[in-house]
Every structure is written in C-alpha cells, then in structure tokens.
C-alpha cells in the first residue's frame, strides 16, 4: 500500500520557520519525484518544490526561492521542506505527492495546515 504521510505543519509567527516531512511507503522511492504543493479555498494549487530522488535536482515556486529547502533522506525515505522566513502569504495546506517526475502526481498524502499569522 502506497503512503505518504506528512508531519510538521502548524501555527508560526511570521518571520519564523517550520519544517515539514514526508514519509513515503509503498513504492520505489529512488525511481519518484516528491513535491510539495500547497492550496488555499478559493486559489488554485501551487507547486511549491519538487525533488527527484534519482540525482536531488531541485526546482521551487519563485516566490519561495532563497527561503525554502526542500531535501531527501533516501534512507527513510523521506522528503523534507524546511520553510524560513514565513509570511502570513505562505498560509495553505500543504501536501507532497509522489510522481515518475515533478510534471506529474500519481499518489499524494492527506496534507498538514500551515498558517503564519502577523
């Protein structure tokens, strides 16, 4: 059974950090892409980050750039994204998803609320 279960997720204060994780199961781990994506009522779904597992080649959502870091630990498979310098813009839910490449989703977790309040 394919998962991925996220963790990390919370209340900060803008200015602050969190760090969220991604632990995936059920699948090759070496062979996926792991992004991040995050969505708010009413706005359409962002990509946020993407890593693939393969050589950990990086892309990010430009308004993120210089403060997120998205990295993998291949031996838990997991994925992290540390989250720095929050602002109250960066309030979604957040949930990574798993896909041959960052082009696509093919299984996704239950997500994790971030809110940054000012």
């Known amino acids: 059974e394919v998962q991925l279960v996220e963790s990390g997720g919370g209340l900060v204060q803008a200015g602050g950090s969190l760090r969220l994780s991604c632990a995936a199961s059920?699948?090759?781990?070496?062979?996926?892409?792991i992004g991040w994506f995050r969505q708010v009522p009413g706005k359409e779904r962002e990509g946020v980050s993407c890593?693939?597992?393969?050589?950990?080649?990086?892309n990010y959502l430009d308004s993120v750039k210089g403060r997120f870091t998205i990295s993998s630990d291949n031996a838990k498979s997991t994925v992290y994204l540390q989250m720095n310098s929050l602002t109250p813009e960066d309030t979604a839910f957040y949930y990574c998803a798993a896909g041959t490449s960052c082009l696509r989703v093919d299984y996704r977790g239950q997500g994790t609320q971030v809110t940054v309040s000012s």
């Open positions: 059920g699948f090759t781990f070496d062979d996926y892409a």
């Open positions: 890593i693939r597992i393969s050589d950990g080649k990086t």
